[in-house]
């Protein structure tokens, strides 16, 4: 568990930072369309990289400036295909007193980092307090059963390997208990929450309680308190 807590506060982080990368670069935008003013440029070249085995296109364009002066500059954003074709007429976003400081009036070249860093940062984020939320609702809710549970009795049925969920390439072990509840005449089966090593030499011959809310077994905690604590 302590290796799901390190995800689940890196992703949060992560996803602040990220987000707060996107804010940073929309204001910068924001501030220099504020100043800038608008002309038409040319595409005059097609520049190739290379990245991860595939190749990208980032457009140079030139136009002129207020005082006359022909401007050349690379746009920041590229991709694959080319958004733009040599020869090709595009509007232009330029400092009037760093005209060198340039960018191609269009919605991923002016807005594209922020929404990638955007996007990506809200991912992040709702991943890592989501299971922040997840795991407080799970702690509050076994705290109210071990205070105001019914304790029962169970017996071991099995120890499982939980095939559903997996951390850095291992996967947790579940323990599995059955209670016959004289009342009913129902057998019921509980399982407990995520082990991250075998328990097995440590249940046998020993009945397992669990607690369950008012007499509904369906809410419950198979309580594994005693089971000693995983190392470091």
Do not use: C
């Amino acid at each position: 568990m302590n290796v799901v807590s390190i995800i689940k506060y890196a992703f949060t982080l992560v996803g602040i930072a990220m987000l707060a990368g996107a804010f940073h670069f929309y204001k910068n935008t924001k501030t220099f369309l504020e100043t800038a003013t608008k002309t038409e440029g040319t595409v005059i070249e097609l520049i190739r990289s290379r990245s991860d085995g595939s190749d990208t296109y980032k457009p140079v364009v030139h136009f002129v400036g207020q005082k006359g002066e022909t401007i050349e500059f690379t746009s920041s954003t590229s991709s694959n295909p080319p958004s733009y074709s040599v020869e090709e007429k595009v509007g232009v976003w330029y400092d009037p007193a760093k005209p060198e400081h340039a960018e191609i009036d269009g919605f991923f070249s002016l807005w594209g980092i922020s929404a990638i860093f955007g996007g990506l940062g809200a991912i992040f984020f709702l991943i890592g307090s989501g299971i922040i939320v997840a795991t407080t609702f799970q702690s509050r809710k076994h705290e109210y059963l071990r205070m105001h549970g019914t304790p029962i009795e169970t017996d071991l049925q099995s120890v499982q390997i939980n095939t559903s969920f997996q951390v850095n390439g291992k996967n947790p072990y579940k323990v599995l208990t059955q209670w016959f509840n004289p009342f009913t005449s129902e057998v019921h089966v509980f399982e407990s929450d995520n082990l991250w090593f075998d328990p097995t030499s440590y249940l046998k011959g020993r009945k397992i309680t669990v607690f369950i809310e008012n007499d509904n077994p369906k809410k419950y905690l198979v309580d594994l308190s005693f089971l000693p604590k995983l190392a470091k």
